[in-house]
């Protein structure tokens, strides 16, 4: 394939639903040969066109049955970027957001519909073909999608073929193997491969040598046994669920002064819980009936840094580029509320500058010291995810700083959302955010 190029697309109604019409300087510059059947792809979509040549049409337009424009979500008149050899013409590349549709025409993915829209604008503006789904939405037998873009400040509802990439941000069945295999086996690749829970997560990292000293100490909890003996140890003890974000079910466990005596701090929706049991097997009995049947891992407790009382860690945002290099778009702090357990947004945690909160507590030289661990941490983190996970596109890695200024790995998150660059007012932040997953989409999709 040739070097991508821009081109205008155009519906003719005279024309044959498989014939491409193209000027005389257009095939002299792609090097077509007239009068030939070439291959003209859509996606994972091909239709064999037969090119005839039409010397009046300018040099950087094309021009096909408005059916084929119907069946591939092309819009008429539009310019689109096109890869191109003797045989055949890519036109794309075709982005597929999986989301959760929502009822509602204005919002129809929810609280993330100002994002998706977004990456489509973001998108458009690079010459690619950018839609979002619901997975209810895919014909295999037909290997179309009936998905949604955003038009004239509307969102409008097109037919599409199966995309060059999937860009996966719902909560269903895109993260179970079977749908991926099967897309897979169809040609279509993915921005992110699903998650393996943080205890999967955990294994993984302590395989590199260069993270371990970066690790809180975890163990996945089969007794509760095994969590006394770690709050012997180190005195308090989060439980976290495998699987799950935005800091929800999480347990915070404490010894009390009173031998014997264990104190737990959990959230329920809007409301805090903040109880104690009297000996193990009560706190046991206690806790479980809120655990369900979720799995958990114990892990230490970070003497995190803390600002008005309230604790702090950071999210930094670690992206791959147009060329496919891991690059940390932006850091922030979050901090917590009053008497909250977790620092997460969701939960009514707010934001602070990392420079800024940093120097409240250590010189400038060591704060240039801990931002650059910070960075080197991030980074490695995701090649790390990587060589177990296989291609990753972004992770959202929370990292603590402790009040001795030692660095914490906390988690990392493959759906990380970008708010907390929009609460900081740092707007070219997040507009980059949104800008590199459509580069490296681009770039899986061989543009």
């Known amino acids: 394939m040739q070097p991508d190029w821009q081109i205008k697309i155009s519906g003719d109604a005279k024309l044959h639903d498989n014939t491409l019409l193209a000027g005389k300087d257009l095939i002299k510059k ?19 066109m037969n090119l005839v040549i039409d010397p009046l049409l300018p040099a950087d337009h094309l021009k096909i049955n408005p059916a084929v424009l119907d069946k591939t979500g092309l819009r008429n008149n539009r310019f ?23 009822p509602d025409k204005k919002k129809p993915f ?21 839609f979002a789904f619901s997975l209810h939405d895919i014909n295999f037998l037909q290997a179309q999608i009936r998905g949604f873009t955003y038009i004239n400040n509307v969102w409008e509802k097109r037919l599409y073929p ?22 897979i086996k169809m040609g279509v690749h993915f921005f992110n491969p699903p998650g393996i829970g943080k205890w999967g997560t955990y294994n993984a990292l302590l395989k590199n040598p260069r993270l371990i000293k970066y690790l809180p100490v975890t163990h996945l909890l089969n007794n509760f046994s095994e969590l006394d003996k770690m709050l012997h140890k180190y005195h308090h003890v989060y439980l976290k669920p495998i699987t799950g974000s935005q800091g929800k079910n999480i347990i915070r466990i ?25 000996n193990l097997k009560e706190l046991e009995h206690h806790l479980l009936s809120s655990m369900g049947k979720k799995h ?22 670690t992206q791959k580029n147009r060329t496919g290099k891991w690059l940390v778009t932006g850091k922030a702090f979050r901090i917590g509320t009053v008497g909250s357990i977790t620092s997460n947004i969701s939960g009514g945690g707010r934001v ?26 991030a980074l490695e983190t995701a090649r790390t995810l990587e060589d177990r996970l296989g291609p990753i596109g972004e992770l959202g890695i929370d990292i603590g700083v402790d009040q001795t200024g030692k660095i914490w790995l906390i988690e990392a998150n493959l759906k990380p959302a970008r708010k907390i660059f929009t609460l900081i007012g740092d707007y070219e932040t997040r507009l980059l955010s949104v800008r590199r997953p459509v580069e490296y989409c681009i770039y899986l999709a061989g543009f």
Request: hydrophobic share 35%; with cysteine; net charge positive.
């Open 30 to 48: 792609l090097d077509l040969p007239a009068k030939q059947v070439i291959t003209l792809q859509f996606g994972q979509s091909r239709y064999p």
């Open 80 to 102: 689109y970027t096109i890869k191109y050899n003797k045989q055949s013409i890519r036109v794309g590349p075709y982005i597929g957001i999986a989301a959760n549709l929502k």
């Open 110 to 130: 929810g609280g993330q519909t100002f994002f998706i829209r977004q990456l489509i604008e973001q998108a458009q503006a690079m010459g690619a073909v950018c």
């Open 162 to 183: 199966l995309p060059d990439v999937i860009y996966p941000r719902s909560n269903d069945e895109i993260n179970r193997y079977i749908l991926r295999r099967k897309l």
């Open 254 to 278: 404490s010894q009390s002064r009173h031998p014997g005596v264990y104190e737990y701090q959990y959230q329920i929706k809007q409301r805090r819980i903040n109880a104690k049991a009297n």
């Open 296 to 317: 958990y891992l114990a892990q230490q407790q970070i003497n995190l840094l803390r600002r008005d009382g309230c604790i702090m860690d950071l999210r930094v945002m």
């Open 352 to 377: 602070g500058d990392i420079q800024t909160m940093l120097n409240l507590y250590f010189n400038r030289k060591r704060v240039e010291e801990i931002i650059n661990e910070v960075d080197f941490l």
